[in-house]
């Protein structure tokens, strides 16, 4: 046996492994990550340590089962800033992300097998029920969830709670990369909760003074608008035919001039010159089709720019519940960066810098159980 074929079957044996000890010995997905590194097992490109993303993918490769698929993705516009893209302020030169396309489109070719298939359904299942009866799909939803990030660490914060004495329940928002049982003891940061009603109340009353400017809010509409113009496959697409019909016409006009100087004869002008212009028909049509296209986008954006947003929220503000007030939060922010005693709030409108903060030292005030304002500072950064 070559050094291939055994590392494939030590390969093989840590996915049957992983299969058995969720299917059959019901561990979370945690729980293996957490043993296959206290193990030192080694992952296939031996340059890392195993992540709970690694595990929950392998579960759901259906290639260990002998069904290696392909076109299981779609590339679709950038939906969320993960990690790496913040750590690059943001910008990247590809906004696209993949997205996983239905299960019918996927295109299937048989390979040997590493698990059985009653093991990957029992999986699969698991899987399905686990997602359904989540913890996070049962808790009461909060105003930032999903929206913050550390400014020490640049990982998320996600809500979480502890009970007093007189069986209180408090709930604040703890950095990812403080939790040192997710980085095999060695926590991230240093960060400190954040007590999620006053961070909640204090984030909310600064989105109340922006919507009370409504000249900022219809300058971002035309600006998104016009974004949207530029952005859109059918203004590209009509582009990309104009130059083909600029250089029909020009192949053309090159013909004639042959013809003129004696290069070609007539019949080869006859034979030539009709199909050039049948050819520039086929673009004038596509360009009449896509001038069509072009004002019912520009139909559907006026209808955008006319929708009284602002009155609306004037009308129900005081009656928003908290699943209208997080529509709201991401219409106007991009994301909340949570330090010690600043909030630092991203959005695309900008705003004069309100720099008054009579506290210029470090305040936990946001972490005390006491009914205390935040007395940090916010900060108000423009994105592009």
């Not at 050094?3 to 561990?27: C, G, M, N, P």
């Amino acid at each position: 046996m070559d050094k291939h074929a055994a590392a494939d079957e030590d390969e093989a044996l840590i996915v049957r492994e992983v299969y058995q000890k969720y299917a059959e010995s019901f561990l979370s997905i945690g729980a293996i990550t957490r043993d296959l590194n206290a193990r030192k097992v080694p992952t296939r490109k031996r340059i890392s340590k195993w992540e709970r993303s690694t595990v929950w993918a392998m579960l759901r490769n259906p290639a260990y089962c002998g069904k290696a698929c392909y076109g299981k993705t779609e590339i679709t516009e950038r939906q969320r800033i993960t990690k790496p893209l913040r750590a690059k302020n943001g910008y990247s030169p590809r906004n696209s992300s993949n997205r996983e396309k239905p299960r019918e489109e996927w295109i299937e070719i048989s390979v040997p097998a590493i698990v059985s298939q009653s093991i990957f359904d029992i999986v699969q299942e698991r899987l399905k029920s686990n997602k359904i009866h989540s913890q996070r799909n049962t808790k009461v939803e909060t105003l930032l969830q999903g929206m913050m990030v550390c400014s020490e660490c640049g990982y998320s914060l996600y809500r979480t709670y502890t009970e007093t004495s007189a069986k209180n329940r408090i709930y604040y928002y703890r950095c990812f990369g403080s939790d040192a049982y997710r980085f095999e003891g060695n926590r991230k940061c240093n960060c400190k909760p954040v007590r999620q009603d006053y961070l909640d109340h204090a984030v909310w009353q600064e989105i109340l003074k922006l919507l009370q400017d409504p000249d900022l809010i219809q300058r971002e509409i035309e600006k998104r608008i016009e974004a949207t113009k530029n952005g859109s496959p059918v203004m590209h697409q009509k582009i990309v035919i104009e130059k083909q019909k600029t250089k029909l016409m020009l192949s053309m006009d090159k013909l004639l001039d042959a013809y003129q100087e004696g290069l070609i004869s007539i019949s080869q002008l006859r034979k030539r010159i009709p199909e050039l212009q049948k050819r520039v028909n086929v673009t004038k049509k596509e360009l009449e089709n896509l001038k069509t296209h072009e004002l019912a986008l520009d139909q559907r954006l006026q209808l955008l720019d006319k929708e009284s947003f602002i009155s609306q929220i004037d009308q129900k503000i005081d009656h928003l519940d908290i699943k209208e007030k997080k529509k709201i939060l991401r219409l106007l922010v991009k994301e909340i960066v949570v330090g010690d005693d600043i909030i630092e709030i991203k959005h695309s409108i900008p705003l004069k810098e309100e720099a008054e903060n009579e506290n210029n030292g470090k305040s936990y005030q946001l972490c005390t159980w006491r009914d205390q304002p935040f007395t940090g500072q916010f900060i108000y950064a423009l994105l592009f």
